[in-house]
């Protein structure tokens, strides 16, 4: 009897191993998130299936998820910590710069100049008509980011890396 429970375990031991290793893949290292609305639009479509990365380095126009407490956002990056942003006549200014927007649809409503802290960021939709991001909520935290994204998984005439 106990060697009979012994080899059962023998050859449960792999299986157990791989939900194991799924677990705390899906849990430190990548997981698989949905995109829901428009906020990203054009970029994303609001439909995607995309890949997470919680292990990554958070650049400038990186696309990440922040969780808000109520919701999940997805956005992309525009001010990095101890940057001031300000955003006027549609046009944004990284202290003081103006910067090249190629990602933005529809008008970015004006914002006084906001200095990030060092563990701060600036996010933005892409559409920003719609989008509740920085302009609203404020800055977000660094543990506010869940991780960056920027690889999608469905439909599969998308499948692939999206570039910067």
């Not at 958070?58 to 990440?64: E, H, K, L, M, N």
């Not at 939709?125 to 509740?132: C, K, T």
């Not at 609203?136 to 980011?145: E, H, S």
Request: net charge positive.
């Amino acid at each position: 009897m106990k060697e009979k429970i012994i080899k059962n375990l023998k050859e449960l031991l792999p299986y157990i191993l791989i939900l194991l290793f799924i677990a705390i893949f899906r849990t430190f290292v990548a997981t698989p998130i949905k995109v829901n609305g428009s906020s990203m639009y054009d970029t994303l479509n609001g439909k995607e299936f995309m890949i997470l990365n919680k292990l990554g380095k958070i650049d400038r126009y990186d696309i990440v998820v922040v969780d808000t407490k109520e919701e999940e956002l997805i956005k992309r990056v525009y001010g990095m910590p101890g940057e001031k942003i300000e955003i006027e006549n549609n046009n944004i200014y990284i202290n003081g710069k103006k910067i090249e927007d190629a990602y933005a649809y529809g008008n970015t409503s004006s914002l006084k100049a906001v200095t990030l802290k060092e563990d701060e960021y600036f996010v933005l939709g892409d559409n920003r008509a719609v989008s509740l991001d920085s302009r609203m909520i404020g800055p977000v935290n660094k543990k506010q980011i869940k991780g960056t994204t920027n690889f999608i998984v469905y439909p599969f005439n998308r499948f692939g890396k999206l570039e910067k």
